[in-house]
């Protein structure tokens, strides 16, 4: 039958056709751009070819979409090695719009033995550096650094240097012994001095300030006190002199009870001159 040889390709046209205007369906509609990732971050290093031993800058640049993740919130590690930091990393914050740019600037050097390749090239690869934020982490690849060496092959077939295995002998223009002992024997100079001063200006400060009795009763005062430490009849003498002095003075209330102490059958004993003392300086204070 004529038509059933027709009948095969045409459904295969038919269901090429389906398929076709099913893709259209669903392509026509609008497609929403993805959405870029709230942190990204790049490394550099320059320049891309240094010698050994001379300085590279070495950056991370973290752009931070501010709407969802706080700049201040971004911790990054880098692991530098074989390189040597020439100084501290320097963190620095630019905002333009809605985005922020983290820049963290590295000055290295690198005088290890893989950056070593006399006559040569040394090519170092950095492990990545790791920013986190939150429980988020991103890794950054560093690209590969080349350390030409300051040395020729010439230089290294035929080696010209000359070091020495021993330091030299230290110079001064003193001899450090001859300061060391100079100075101990200053000091003890010093110390001695000071011993003998000291107790001497202490002694003078101390009589300096001593004031001569100003008032008879005063110095009546002072006579009963040095007498405490005395004999009876140094102490009988110096309280009888004060109990005349408080009756001159107008203090006569003090002045029988001074006299009975001063010629009790008993005598006066030394804390009770002293106890004297204290009650008629008291009563100076009050009438003063």
Known sequence: MRWAAWLGPAAALGIVAAVVTLAAARGGGATEPA??????AEALLRPRVALFGAAVRAELRIAVDTSRVNPRGIRATARLAPF????????????SGPVALVRISYRLHCVAAACSRPGGQASILLRPAVVRWGTQRLLVAWPRETIAS????????????QYAMEAPRPAY???????????????????????????????????????????????ALVRVVDAAGGSQADRRGAI??????????????????????????SGPTPALAS????????ALEVAA
Not at 84 to 95: C, D, F, M, Q, V
Not at 150 to 161: C, F, N, Q, W
């Open 35 to 40: 959405r870029p990732a709230a942190v990204t």
């Open 84 to 95: 040597s930091p020439l100084g501290p990393a320097r963190t620095r914050r630019e905002s």
């Open 150 to 161: 300051r040395l020729t092959i010439a230089d290294a077939e035929h080696h010209s240097l």
């Open 173 to 219: 223009r003193v001899d450090p012994v001859v300061v060391g002992w100079t100075s101990i024997g200053t000091a003890a100079a010093l110390l001695l001095a000071l011993g003998a001063f000291v107790p001497f200006r202490l002694r003078h400060q101390r009589d300096a300030h001593v004031e001569p009795p100003s008032s008879d009763l005063e110095r």
């Open 240 to 265: 009888g002199d004060l109990a005349q002095v408080l009756e001159r003075e107008g203090f006569g209330e003090l002045a029988p009870l001074a006299r009975r102490i001063a010629w009790s059958s």
């Open 275 to 282: 106890e004297l003392a204290l009650l008629v300086r008291a």
